[in-house]
């Protein structure tokens, strides 16, 4: 019985220890890796999409830049474009929409300080620019097979970039 016991003991923790570290190698990107994997895959972010039937927008642009910086640019019904930067570095949190209906396909990336996103407004009948500070930005996903695939490839962005700060903060010395 006891033989019994220490060999069920000993398959769980194998079970568990071949496990885990099947999870960490899955994930395994490096950001740039990411990075090319989105944007490689950028035509499923060009697409038409609709808040309701007063709130119609289109994506024109996708991509990021310099492994760092994400651009979005977006048309809406209303003869506006607005462009978005964000600074990846500073990706905070990844998060899904409400289970409402209303987002589905939607990713919303948050930044940690609204310093590090950027919103210009762009009217395009009087030429006129208005600039903001903003620290979340949604993204839509017009493919419902890439939808998770995209969404993993932001998660593991966020992490790299939380593990990133981290190590920055550790050479700096900074205990806080």
């Not at 568990?16 to 895959?41: G, K, M, P, R, Y």
């Not at 977006?74 to 929409?97: E, N």
Request: aromatic residues 16%; charged residues 30%; proline residues 2%.
């Amino acid at each position: 019985m006891k033989t019994k016991m220490k060999n069920l003991a000993l398959l769980i923790f194998l079970a568990v220890t071949l496990f885990s570290n099947a999870q960490d190698s899955s994930n395994d990107a490096t950001w740039e890796e990411t990075i090319d994997f989105l944007n490689e895959n950028d035509s499923f972010f060009l697409a038409e999409w609709y808040y309701n039937k007063a709130n119609h927008r289109k994506t024109l642009e996708f991509r990021i830049d310099d492994y760092r910086f994400l651009k979005i640019k977006h048309k809406s019904y209303q003869k506006y474009v607005s462009t978005y930067v964000v600074d990846l570095d500073h990706l905070f949190k990844v998060s899904l929409p409400p289970d409402n209906g209303v987002y589905e396909n939607w990713i919303f990336l948050k930044v940690s300080s609204d310093r590090y996103g950027k919103l210009e407004r762009l009217d395009e009948e009087t030429a006129k620019s208005k600039k903001y500070d903003a620290d979340v930005f949604s993204v839509f996903i017009k493919d419902k097979l890439m939808y998770p695939r995209i969404l993993k490839a932001f998660q593991h962005l966020n992490y790299l970039a939380n593990k990133k700060r981290e190590k920055e903060r550790a050479a700096s010395g900074s205990k806080f």
